[in-house]
């Protein structure tokens, strides 16, 4: 169960900073509708949503960092 959710921590983590990049050169006009976001009538990019899905992939990929590592005893 713990390997399980270490591999599903690093599959997301590296997801979510694949998605950060996304918003970070994509015009908010251009993104797919079913993601945060989407604006018609907006032509920039949305530097926050790619900040907070950075942040939310970085603390995923800590996590399986410090869960699979070997208990010191």
């Not at 599903?8 to 006009?29: E, S």
């Not at 509708?33 to 990929?61: C, N, R």
Request: glycine share 6%; charged share 10%; no cysteine.
């Amino acid at each position: 169960m713990k390997k399980t959710l270490n591999i599903l921590a690093v599959v997301f983590g590296i997801v979510f900073v694949a998605l950060a990049v996304y918003y970070w050169i994509t015009p908010a006009n251009m993104l797919p509708a079913f993601l945060p976001g989407y604006d018609v009538a907006m032509t920039t990019p949305h530097i926050k949503h790619g900040i907070a899905s950075l942040v939310v992939g970085l603390a995923l990929l800590v996590y399986a960092w410090f869960a699979s590592a070997k208990k010191v005893s």
